[in-house]
């Protein structure tokens, strides 16, 4: 990762007509910003469906806010804003309320502390899976997993939840799916869990040196200054920040039910303890991604949203079109009537295209579009 890029611009000039004439310039997709390998070896704790992509992020924020502003981002996710906010120099807020995605977000609060006495913590714990239970665990979680190395899981994170330790317990939860000899599960996807080999017996798998591993991966990237990050759990639509308490918003935020952030992350979910189905039904239910309601949904957040930021305040909001039929609908025009409505100024939407081949979900729903709309209080 090349630090040097991430140059912290005191002089920015954010009038609506730069914002607009700088975001058009789409530069997080060329040269060295356009590489999947771009950003901070934070960013890549663990994976998103949805997540925005680190450089994205950076031009945003690098365009519409300065130094020591307050960012938030109501729809947080893994906390790829607040974190690239951070280290840009600017205090960030990220707001969720899906607990894998809190998780990630968290992990990224602990970006200050001393790898060496992060691996010292982690090698003088003593792991065991002797007397740990795993019997309330639904069985398509053990499937993927040889039940020792479930068990060494389920144990470690609860010792790092009782040290308060979120940056490990992160890269835990990150290791606890994927394809690679460094991850625990059986072979099986990075994001999506997709079912692993019915025949495969599961190899013991120990926590221990993947974690130091893992450790070593993500917290090898230097950070010279930051920003502070706080994150909320909590619904955007009922937010806890008082009146006029944040400088900006920038955002990628739900847009009708392309996506499902719930059942895509059911394993690693499952892990972080939301495994019963009430549980889930009721995260499902509360996370904006029901096609008939958006639009009520939406403009209560718009609503919320309004109250918390400053008089002259930017919201940046990045939106896919999404389809009805065979019709194409432009997503962003729909949310530009409900902030117009609320009292923001709408100075219009840049248009991001995506190539059809990257959409993470392939459904027949393609997404080819991405909106960056710029909203003023
Ligand atoms: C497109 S994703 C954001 C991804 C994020 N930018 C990242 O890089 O990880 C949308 C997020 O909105 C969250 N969400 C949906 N409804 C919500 C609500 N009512 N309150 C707070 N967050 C909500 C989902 O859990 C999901 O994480």
Redesign the pocket.
Known sequence: MILENIKIDNKVDNSPEEIIKNISKLEWKDGLYGKQSWGHSLHKIAP?????KPPF?HFLIKYVTKPGDTIL?????????PLEGSLCGRNTIG????PY?IT??EAKTQHNLILEDLIDYVENLDIISKGVSIRKIPDWVKEYYNKNTLKEILYTLNILKADEQKFIYGCLVGISQGHRPGHLSKPCAWTLPYKPRPDDPGEYRDVKTRLIAKIKRNYKDKIESSGSIKILK????KLSLENESVDHII?????YNT?D??NSHRLRLAICGVYKEDDKKALRD????RYKDYLD?MRK?IVELYRVLKPGGYCVF?VGDHFKGKLVINTSEELAVLFKEVGFTYYGAVEDPIPVNKSVQKTTKKVKFERIMLLQK
């Open positions: 998103y469906v949805g997540r925005i992020a981002d109501p729809f947080c996710g893994i906390g790829t804003i707001v969720d309320l899906n995605a990630i977000s909590e619904d955007s639509r955002s990628s935020p739900p847009y996506l952030y719930v509360q996370t904006i991604q949904e957040v990045v």
